[in-house]
């Protein structure tokens, strides 16, 4: 059964860059034909997609979200990362790494970490 794990700080300066990083276990990043994501969720709002990395390294961003979004993995450690430039408090969410089939469909996700984004 695949795991998510994301990592990273819990409190960004603003104008500064929000980095998260999702450690994937009990399947790997590079298999045929799954995606993975970035979703945030800013309190008492819904969930929000960001983008994503498939399993052949493509990049996928959310329109709204492109020109700050940055989506990495890394195959020897099983391991994908979101860089969000320049953020501001409205950048303050819950951060979830999440597995989504060809479909679309999310089948995996990490149990999300609180990124406040404050001065």
């Known amino acids: 059964q695949v795991q998510l794990q994301e990592s990273g700080p819990g409190l960004v300066k603003p104008s500064q860059t929000l980095s998260l990083t999702c450690t994937v276990s009990?399947?790997?990043?590079?298999?045929?034909?799954?995606?993975w994501s970035w979703i945030r969720q800013p309190p008492g709002k819904g969930l929000e997609w960001m983008g994503a990395?498939?399993?052949?390294?493509?990049?996928y961003y959310s329109p709204s979200l492109k020109s700050r979004t940055s989506i990495s993995r890394d195959t020897s450690k099983n391991q994908f990362t979101l860089q969000l430039s320049s953020v501001t408090p409205e950048d303050t969410a819950v951060y979830y790494c999440?597995?989504?089939?060809?479909?679309?469909?999310?089948?995996?996700y990490g149990q999300g970490t609180l990124v406040t984004v404050s001065s």
């Open positions: 999440a597995r989504q089939t060809g479909l679309g469909a999310l089948d995996a």
């Open positions: 009990g399947g790997s990043i590079t298999t045929n034909y799954y995606y």
């Open positions: 990395i498939a399993y052949s390294g493509s990049t």
